[in-house]
């Protein structure tokens, strides 16, 4: 690779400084925020197409524009891909987001005040699984479940399967929701399946964080155990930004009028351009290496922590999430403290709250951690544990600034060696004063 899409923004030199000290970031600190990742060059590529000039309303073959026969051509492309990695017999490419592939569900399945259980977002679910602050909460009657109580020997915090069967024969809700944001553990569909089926629910499964983990055969998959599975496509998927919904034939059309014209106009056709780069991508043998390699790398990342005296959430990780219990390290210390001390030293992360966390969402008593990007960075095992040395010592020292600057440095030689753009060369220097990393 010898360019980016960004380097033809010459003529905006305003926008085109503030990407090149992203670009410059992104390459000199360490990614650990769980949901994102590092695309490649040929996903940078689509997603900067002239597809973005095209509006397609509809679907291939039913579109309400002219001039759409390659936009026909790149969406039958990509959901063929997604059908074929996942398995599933319908895919819809088109939600701009998680977010609006999980409303559009709703949309598609329920009527507005019915019963829905989904996982709490203070124990590990998402805003759309029902959260009062947004539309899903306000639009259905979400019940929630949440995780067991902690346990010494770590063998708590998973999903409370007992409490979600009682709410469910209490609730007789009409969709149980399974999936998470915050949530080190494995999630098996069979369980919520035959809880779905006892009282007559329907099931849909948001992959989100795990899809690239499915995809590669490495974690269970809901497809075909779930009536409609969600997921995002820049997560452990290493695609671009925007969400997916695979289901049966017998919901397709339901699920289809629900994205468009029920909650989208014009879909982004260049960035679906990008999911069917991803979806290839992610069907070749060296991504179910990489999904492995990202498993390894949480583990050892995870196993570091608690070497350093963190208490682990779960008790350690089967995915590519760790989350620290950040009072037993330091009751004093907030995630937000932490985060903002870390980000000075090029460790990037996102404070999280942590089951039945005393502190909001906005200050939090828990980090989140993801191995998804500096895996395809190249960092391995090693690299990892060393990354969670310097994070227990960072927030050890966080008051010495002699020490910050020495993991700062430690950063910057790991990152100058584990560079997920490294085929541009060397990282210039930043012509802007603010524009070095962090
Ligand atoms: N914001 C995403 C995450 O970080 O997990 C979920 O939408």
């Known amino acids: 690779m010898t360019d980016l899409p960004h380097d033809a923004l010459g003529s905006d030199p305003e926008v085109a400084r503030i990407l090149a000290a992203e670009l410059r970031r992104q390459r000199t600190t360490v990614q650990l925020i769980a949901s ?57 490419v088109q939600p701009h987001a998680g977010a609006s592939a999980n409303l559009a569900v709703y949309l598609a399945l329920i009527e507005p005040g019915e019963t829905v259980l989904a996982m709490r977002l203070d124990q590990g679910g998402h805003l759309t699984h029902g959260s009062p602050a947004s539309v899903t909460g306000k639009m259905y009657r979400f019940v929630s479940y949440g995780v067991t109580p902690a346990q010494p020997d770590g063998s708590g915090e998973r999903i409370d399967l007992d409490q979600l069967a009682d709410l469910a024969r209490r609730e007789r809700p009409k969709l149980i929701v ?28 948001d992959a989100a964080h795990p899809a690239g983990l499915i995809a590669a055969g490495l974690h269970p998959s809901p497809v075909g155990v779930a009536d409609v599975v969600t997921f995002t496509t820049h997560k452990t998927l290493r695609g671009p930004r925007g969400g997916a919904i695979l289901t049966g034939m017998d919901r397709a059309r339901a699920i289809d009028a629900a994205v468009f014209p029920g909650l989208q106009g014009g879909p982004l056709e260049h960035v679906i351009a990008a999911k069917a780069v991803a979806f290839a991508e992610a069907a070749r043998p060296s991504f179910r290496e990489y999904a492995a390699q990202v498993l390894r790398n949480a583990a050892a990342l995870a196993v570091s922590l608690a070497n350093e005296g963190f208490r682990l959430v779960a008790g350690g990780t089967e995915n590519h999430q760790v989350i620290v219990d950040l009072r037993s390290f330091d009751p004093e210390l907030t995630g937000k403290a932490a985060q903002e001390v870390l980000d000075r030293t090029g460790i990037t992360c996102n404070r999280n709250q942590i089951p039945n966390d005393p502190r909001s969402p906005f200050v939090a008593s828990g980090l989140r951690l993801g191995s998804a990007a500096e895996t395809t960075a190249g960092m391995g095992e090693a690299e990892m544990a060393r990354v969670g040395e310097l994070l227990g010592t960072v927030l050890r020292h966080r008051d010495d600034e002699a020490v910050l600057a020495d993991v700062r440095a430690e950063v910057a030689e790991m990152c100058a060696r584990f560079d997920p753009y490294g085929s541009l060369g060397p990282v210039p220097e930043a012509e802007h004063e603010g524009d070095g990393s962090p």
């Open 36 to 92: 994102e990742n590092f695309t490649s060059p040929a996903v940078l590529a689509a997603t900067a197409s002239v597809l973005t000039n095209k509006y397609s309303e509809g679907y291939p073959g039913r579109r309400y524009y002219g001039g759409n026969v390659f936009a026909d051509e790149i969406e039958e492309l990509a959901r063929e891909r997604a059908k074929e990695l996942f398995g599933a017999d319908h895919a819809n």
């Open 178 to 205: 399974a999936g998470t944001t915050a949530y080190t553990r494995l999630i098996d569909p069979a369980p919520f399946r035959a809880i779905a089926d006892e009282v007559g629910a329907m099931f849909m499964f």
